[in-house]
């Protein structure tokens, strides 16, 4: 297998874009992308696009084709691919294009996600990120996304004594970093208080303890490493990607506090960067929910089982902490375009790792990780860069 | 939700009586029925089974913010219910918020589920309510 490098990116501005369409935003971030790898249309040999529910969103299917055509590469014929795993949508098209390089078939791929969300009510945008959970035995019954999470939490604060406070600073810290983030949905910072004050969703989840419904796309240029200099001069390995599979319903789960589809996932990926997980400067979680966040930074194995809630209250997750999580703002205040959000974590990382996060920048940041999620835990993926 | 008949149609056994499997070689219970022992797999011998239905909550939430199938009902309380043969299910409480509790026992209530507008199907399936143990007190406070 060959070694694979990032060496472009893009990421459009997330959040309730009612002035552009899916295709324009796939456009931009891919135009971004491509530009900032310095490649031309022929050089390109494949696309991977995440993308979860196009035909729910916009009642458009074929992805794939769509975004070669927008991105003008129709003419080329590039191969395209539309891939799905829910929220996990683009955590997956990055590793498909990971595997097309490394395993010597393509030179040059583009890793895209996309999602547009709000051209539909709020109650179908629910409805349709419920097909994530499972349809027949979850949802048929009342069961929402926020409730599976809100069952999690409830069971975490039983057994660990995880607080509402503690969750709630998970919020308030991701809005900090977004305010610090060009890109980021929201600019705006919170207090404890105002998680409390917000609209009670699923108990004991509030209306800021969820990620938002957004718009955004984002997009990633691969190419093998022993190529990478000819385009970049700082290009990103990728030293480990792995993905891992868990049942669909959250209550077939072997533990209903960990998503054991995080802890294989995360395991293979530091067996092949072969490094621990103290090794990380910088990590984006997929912290849909602030619970789910304190399960990934537990589950990942940056903190013992259980802890996860205390090291969000001692500040060792912030930015200036020993282990800043989610920079970006992540999925609850930089936004959540389910398709793109694995794609935007690798963007965040790349930025971190070349120095160019701007006010967020982690310092020295070496090494980065990237934890996407499908569902309440059916998929995880796991990604580790390297400067 | 479906508005095809025969997507609820085929999973009544399902939903009304809580039908699953059994594999005899392992003796793991199933709910919903599995075609396939996640254990044995091609070497699995699995029979039919009706389960008794009590069980014991696992976790649980109230909510709030449904979605549009289920708005009317708000707010109303969701769990995660172990049955005793050892599957796990979710399903609604009836019972008041105030009255849902962790390691709380609970036994199989018939209810309609959902609704497709005035005209259409309407849906059935199990929810859970409180169960008091017959050994427990004796008799109901």
């Known amino acids: 297998m060959r070694s694979v490098s990032i060496i472009g990116v893009g990421c459009t501005k997330f959040g309730e874009r009612w002035d552009v369409s899916l295709r324009d935003m796939i456009a931009e971030a891919g135009v971004m992308a491509i530009e900032d790898a310095e490649i031309t249309g022929e050089q390109i040999d494949a696309l991977y696009v995440g993308n979860m529910s196009g035909g729910r969103f916009i009642e458009q299917e074929h992805i794939g084709a769509l975004i070669a055509d927008c991105a003008g590469l129709s003419r080329l014929h590039v191969p395209s691919t539309r891939v799905e795993a829910a929220c996990a949508s683009g955590g997956l098209a990055l590793r498909q294009a990971v595997l097309a390089v490394a395993s010597g078939y393509s030179d040059i791929v583009i890793a895209a996600g996309v999602e547009k969300m709000t051209d539909v009510s709020t109650g179908t945008a629910a409805d349709a990120l419920a097909s994530a959970a499972d349809r027949e035995w979850e949802c048929f019954f009342g069961a929402t996304f926020p409730a599976l999470y809100a069952m999690i939490a409830k069971l975490h604060m039983r057994r660990y004594g995880t607080t509402n406070e503690q969750m709630a600073q998970v919020a308030v810290k991701n809005h900090h ?81 960990t998503l054991d589809a995080t802890v294989h996932a995360g395991r293979a990926a530091f067996t092949q960067a072969g490094i621990e997980p103290r090794a990380i400067d910088v990590a984006e979680v997929h912290d849909c929910f ?59 990382i790349v930025l971190q790792l070349r120095g160019k996060a701007g006010k967020r920048q982690v310092d020295e940041a070496e090494i980065g990780l990237a934890h996407n999620v499908g569902g309440s835990g059916g998929t995880a993926l796991v990604h580790i860069f390297s400067r | 939700m479906t508005n095809q008949a025969p997507r609820f149609w085929r999973s009544i056994p399902q939903r009304y009586n809580l039908s699953g499997t059994h594999c005899t070689c392992c003796n793991e219970y199933f709910f919903p029925p599995r075609n396939l022992c996640p254990n044995c797999r091609r070497g699995a011998h699995l029979e039919e089974y009706t389960f008794k239905g009590t069980g014991t909550i696992i976790t649980y939430t109230t909510i709030y913010n449904a979605t549009e199938d289920f708005e009317r009902l708000t707010p109303y309380n969701l769990a995660i219910i172990q049955l005793d043969e050892g599957p796990k299910v979710t399903g609604q409480i009836v019972s008041s918020s105030a009255g849902v509790k962790i390691g709380m026992r609970v036994r199989p209530v018939f209810r309609i589920l959902g609704k497709e507008g005035n005209k259409g199907i309407i849906y059935y399936g199990t929810k859970f309510a409180p169960l008091i143990e017959p050994n427990c007190s004796g008799r109901d406070e």
Do not use: W
């Open chain 1, 290 to 348: 602030t619970i789910a966040e304190i399960l990934a930074i537990e589950d990942l194995g940056f903190v013992e089982k259980g802890q996860g809630g205390k090291a969000t209250e001692e500040g060792i997750t912030a930015l200036g902490g020993s282990l800043p999580i989610n920079t970006s703002g992540g999925l609850k205040a930089c936004g959540h375009p389910v398709g793109a959000t694995g794609i935007k974590q690798a963007y965040e």
């Open chain 1, 177 to 257: 970093h977004a305010c610090m983030n060009p890109i980021a949905q929201y600019h705006m910072e919170i207090k404890i208080n105002d998680v409390f004050k917000s609209p009670m969703v699923a108990d004991p989840l509030h209306v800021l303890d969820c990620s938002p419904i957004s718009d955004g796309a984002a997009a990633l240029v691969l190419a093998p490493t022993e190529m990478a200099r000819r385009f970049s001069e700082e290009p990103i390995k990728i030293i480990g990607s792995a993905q891992a599979s868990d049942t669909l319903a959250l209550h077939d789960r072997r533990d209903l506090t």
